[in-house]
């Protein structure tokens, strides 16, 4: 079985890198990393593959749609098959901020929530778990200009409802 690029035909192929891999409960593979798009520059790139290795979507995340980067470093499945995929990205003042990317089973953005810290420097989220209470969890690394690198989880306690909603404008305050 093998599993191709057949959704990018209209990307530029100068850079694809996929590094983070899932399986779903039903079987399908998820590969997610960083790559060149079209009229951006790094941009997070996940794809899902069934079973027998079929694409069934694919999806980027860039920020402003410029040239600014993004590079994904952590990725996870909950249990309805909704995918999350975190890393940095950098925000309007050119740092590097936490960005989580909130994708459903079929593929769709659901939301994106970003962190930037008290020293609007750079951000790293480097790892990202969710429970069965639906609660995400972020954890990585923050500069600040007193203690120098400090590490940051943040935690979410107020899961996506059954319709789907959730205050998405920022992430939440709540620093474990």
């Known amino acids: ?11 530029v192929m100068m850079m694809i890198l996929l590094y983070l891999v ?4 039903s079987g399908n593979v998820i590969v997610s ?20 290795g079929a694409e069934q979507w694919t999806a980027r995340y860039n920020y402003d749609l410029v040239d600014d980067i ?4 952590s990725m996870t499945v909950d249990g309805f098959g909704n995918v999350y995929v975190t890393g940095f990205s950098y925000g309007l ?4 901020d936490y960005a989580v990317v ?9 939301w994106v929530a970003r962190y930037n810290g008290p020293s609007d420097s750079y951000d790293i989220s480097t790892d990202i778990i969710t429970d069965i209470s639906g609660n995400v969890y972020v954890t990585g690394y923050s500069f600040d200009n007193v203690s120098l690198e400090d590490y940051a989880t943040i935690s ?16 939440p305050e709540n620093l474990i």
């Open 1 to 11: 079985m093998s599993f191709g690029l057949q959704g990018i035909t209209e990307q």
């Open 22 to 25: 899932e399986v779903t409960n």
């Open 33 to 52: 990393g960083t790559s060149v798009g079209d009229l951006t520059s790094e941009d997070y790139l996940t794809i899902m593959y069934n079973s027998n």
């Open 70 to 73: 993004e590079i994904a470093k």
């Open 93 to 96: 003042s050119k740092n590097e």
């Open 102 to 110: 909130k994708y459903n089973s079929s593929g769709s953005e659901q």
């Open 156 to 171: 979410t306690i107020h899961p996506v409802n059954s319709n789907g909603f959730q205050n998405t404008t920022a992430l």
